[in-house]
């Protein structure tokens, strides 16, 4: 059951321009969503949260808005830098009951940012 | 302050045998969850362990076991390998309480390749 969804899976920006990361979900019961980042080799970095009383987070390059009626979030970059190419997922917890310790993630973008 | 490790990095096995991987979380966290990341299907949940009782468990078979100790360590099993258990394996650990959504921080993962 893929409850977040990233339909896209790679992405390719020039360096300087925005990256629009896309994540959708389809359990409203979600009421908080993140962004990891990952590199080869490595484990998930966790990038910027939102909670759902929320629609817009900002932290230095990084924005996620969120579109509760859309059931829609986005990861903005601006401005995107070569060091920014890496797998982005978008997760989701769910707090309370049998989902505790549990994030639902997306199947990951690869954002590729060319010089 | 140390971060997830685990252990080993890289594995190669056979059909057929077993492998256990170990997982040690952040000091004074008690929940380690477990993920499997494959190719195009981001990250799916296996299991999440909160002061030595398993929580929470996703949707593998049997085959997939784990464990947690008293000092938070864990580790987890996977009997009777199959081709299709090749994957990079994930652990996270996070404060683990019960309220409230905790972060979890990912280990560098195990990659596990059966031939």
């Known amino acids: 059951d893929q409850q977040v969804k990233q339909n896209s899976p790679s992405l390719s920006v020039q360096e300087g321009r925005i990256s629009i990361l896309n994540c959708d979900y389809t359990?409203?019961?979600?009421?908080?969503f993140l962004w990891y980042k990952k590199y080869p080799a490595e484990g998930p970095t966790f990038l910027i949260s939102?909670?759902?009383?929320?629609d817009k987070n900002e932290d230095g390059r990084f924005t996620v808005f969120l579109n509760k009626s859309a059931k829609h979030l986005s990861l903005h970059i601006v401005p995107s830098q070569p060091g920014d190419s890496a797998v982005y997922f978008c997760?989701?917890?769910?707090?309370?009951?049998?989902?505790?310790?549990?994030?639902?993630f997306g199947r990951g973008t690869q954002l590729t940012v060319w010089p | 302050k140390a971060g997830v490790t685990q252990t080993p990095r890289y594995l190669i096995k056979t059909r057929g045998q077993q492998v256990t991987l170990s997982c040690s979380p952040i000091?004074?966290?008690?929940?380690v969850s477990w993920y499997q990341q494959t190719p195009g299907q981001g990250l799916q949940f296996l299991f999440e362990?909160?002061?030595?009782?398993?929580?929470n468990k996703g949707n593998f078979p049997g085959r997939f076991s784990g464990r947690q100790f008293s000092n938070s360590r864990s580790e987890m099993n996977v009997s009777t390998l199959e081709l299709g258990d090749s994957a990079l394996y994930l652990c996270?650990?996070?404060?683990?309480?019960?309220?409230?959504?905790?972060?979890?921080?990912f280990g560098p993962g195990t990659r596990l390749t059966v031939l």
């Open positions: 996270a650990s996070s404060q683990g309480g019960f309220s409230s959504y905790n972060e979890q921080f």
């Open positions: 359990n409203s019961m979600f009421d908080y």
């Open positions: 939102i909670s759902s009383i929320k």
């Open positions: 997760a989701a917890p769910r707090v309370g009951g049998s989902t505790l310790g549990r994030l639902y």
């Open positions: 000091s004074g966290h008690r929940s």
């Open positions: 362990y909160f002061s030595e009782t398993q929580r």
